[in-house]
């Protein structure tokens, strides 16, 4: 891994971090592709799979933004055919954080239009904020059975564990 790439994801850990133990109204926070990053190498399609985004929560894109970009497109149609000439809105920062607010589908894909046809692309269903417990009790009974958490809820300690594991490879101790 590249040191500007190794940067980027520290600092997206940190920057992680920091919002977790701020703990802003139960937001989750997902990095995309975690370690690896919005990269041609991850395999974005499974990191995104069984996830759950809900409305007010964060998507992370880390990212070397001298060979990515990130694009938001319109539609279904221009993501399928990785159309990214006329997109709502292009990422170029190396690191973008983006709030999910309302219901919907929203489709981000790689700027690059080789690394989205090569799969470097996801559709994010975003769903209505979380009821609380008390109000999910009568779901509760009908759910399909026992369902492990998103690993995005479970990230705070792994978050510290990710930081100091930098930390000790920039250090070099």
């Given at each position: 891994?590249?040191?500007?790439?190794?940067?980027?994801?520290?600092?997206?850990?940190?920057?992680?971090?920091?919002?977790m133990v701020a703990?802003?109204?139960?937001?989750?926070?997902?990095?995309?592709?975690?370690?690896?990053?919005?990269?041609?190498?991850?395999?974005?399609?499974?990191?995104?799979?069984?996830?759950?985004?809900?409305?007010?929560?964060?998507?992370?894109?880390?990212?070397?933004?001298?060979?990515?970009?990130?694009?938001?497109?319109?539609?279904?149609?221009?993501?399928?055919?990785?159309?990214?000439?006329?997109?709502?809105?292009?990422?170029?920062?190396?690191?973008?954080?983006?709030?999910?607010?309302?219901?919907?589908?929203?489709?981000?894909?790689?700027?690059?239009?080789?690394?989205?046809?090569?799969?470097?692309?996801?559709?994010?269903?975003?769903?209505?904020?979380?009821?609380?417990?008390?109000?999910?009790?009568?779901?509760?009974?009908v759910a399909a059975?026992?369902?492990?958490?998103?690993?995005?809820?479970?990230?705070?300690?792994?978050?510290?564990?990710?930081?100091?594991?930098?930390?000790?490879?920039?250090?070099?101790?």
């Amino acid at each position: 891994m590249g040191a500007k790439k190794l940067l980027v994801v520290a600092v997206a850990a940190i920057l992680f971090t920091a919002a977790m133990v701020a703990g802003a109204d139960d937001q989750v926070h997902h990095v995309v592709g975690e370690d690896r990053g919005w990269d041609p190498s991850s395999d974005v399609a499974s990191w995104s799979s069984g996830r759950v985004f809900r409305v007010g929560d964060k998507i992370w894109f880390t990212y070397s933004a001298a060979q990515e970009s990130v694009v938001e497109l319109r539609n279904e149609e221009e993501f399928a055919s990785c159309d990214v000439t006329n997109p709502i809105k292009m990422y170029t920062d190396g690191l973008d954080k983006i709030s999910l607010e309302g219901e919907g589908i929203r489709y981000f894909a790689s700027g690059n239009t080789e690394s989205c046809k090569n799969g470097l692309k996801i559709p994010v269903k975003i769903q209505p904020k979380e009821q609380n417990v008390a109000q999910n009790i009568g779901s509760m009974a009908v759910a399909a059975g026992p369902t492990l958490p998103s690993a995005s809820t479970n990230l705070n300690g792994l978050s510290y564990l990710l930081v100091v594991g930098l930390s000790i490879c920039f250090l070099g101790l």
